[in-house]
T-cell receptor, first 111, second 111 residues
Framework: NAGVTQTPKFQVLKTGQSMTLQCAQD?????MYWYRQDPGMGLRLIYY???????DKGEVPNGYNVSRLNKREFSLRLESAAPSQTSVYFC??????????FGSGTRLTVV | SQQGEEDPQALSIQEGENATMNCSYK?????LQWYRQNSGRGLVHLIL?????REKHSGRLRVTLDTSKKSSSLLITASRAADTASYFC???????????FGAGTTVTVRA
């Protein structure tokens, strides 16, 4: 099992550019999540999807949009990247009440 | 804002020693989880303890939960170099199984 796969692993964007981070899971989980991790701040929830066809905002949704394309895939889009969005982004999936399974992350730098 | 806070922020121990880290949280919980993150990798689920449990073991890991004090501890016994990582506690303060993570404890095990 691959678990949770994120692409790309690294990305450098210029301010104002857009991009989509891809996430796919093969565990048939209903719930999927996007977090960002900044030094000293732990992980903060950006958006989540409790099931196919539903999405909702987390703690820090501003500047982001998401799409739950199907049960497997949950993408995160930055429409106009800003330096404050420089971070490591993690996708996760889960099936209550089990723990989350995380991807290996996307390291994004906005210059 | 983050629900959980780990203490200490960093911990350095000799191989073979025990490592203890604590987590305090703010609101009532259904369960509390601990995760490990090796450098440059995603988080890995270690253990989940429910609110009606006081102690749980998994291999060399021992977790305690005191809901009256809103705190938990993670003990790693007989530490190994491979235990070098950051450890995060996570709770579900918003419902719908959306986890909030603390900033983590960085553990360094010296050979």
């Amino acid at each position: 099992n691959a678990g949770v796969t994120q692409t790309p692993k690294f990305q450098v964007l210029k301010t104002g550019q857009s991009m989509t981070l891809q996430c796919a899971q093969d565990m048939n989980h209903n719930s999927m999540y996007w977090y960002r991790q900044d030094p000293g701040m732990g992980l903060r929830l950006i958006y989540y999807s409790a099931s196919e066809g539903t999405t909702d905002k987390g703690e820090v949704p501003n500047g982001y949009n998401v799409s739950r394309l199907n049960k497997r895939e949950f993408s995160l889009r930055l429409e106009s990247a800003a330096p404050s969005q420089t971070s490591v982004y993690f996708c996760a999936s889960s099936e209550f009440p089990d723990g989350y399974t995380f991807g290996s992350g996307t390291r994004l730098t906005v210059v | 804002s983050q629900q959980g806070e780990e203490d200490p922020q960093a911990l350095s121990i000799q191989e073979g020693e025990n490592a203890t880290m604590n987590c305090s949280y703010k609101t009532s919980i259904n369960n509390l989880q601990w995760y490990r993150q090796n450098s440059g990798r995603g988080l890995v689920h270690l253990i989940l303890i429910r609110s009606n449990e006081r102690e749980k073991h998994s291999g060399r890991l021992r977790v305690t939960l005191d809901t009256s004090k809103k705190s938990s501890s993670l003990l790693i016994t007989a530490s190994r170099a491979a235990d070098t990582a950051s450890y995060f506690c996570a709770t579900d303060p918003w419902g719908h199984y959306k986890l909030s993570f603390g900033a983590g404890t960085t553990v360094t095990v010296r050979a």
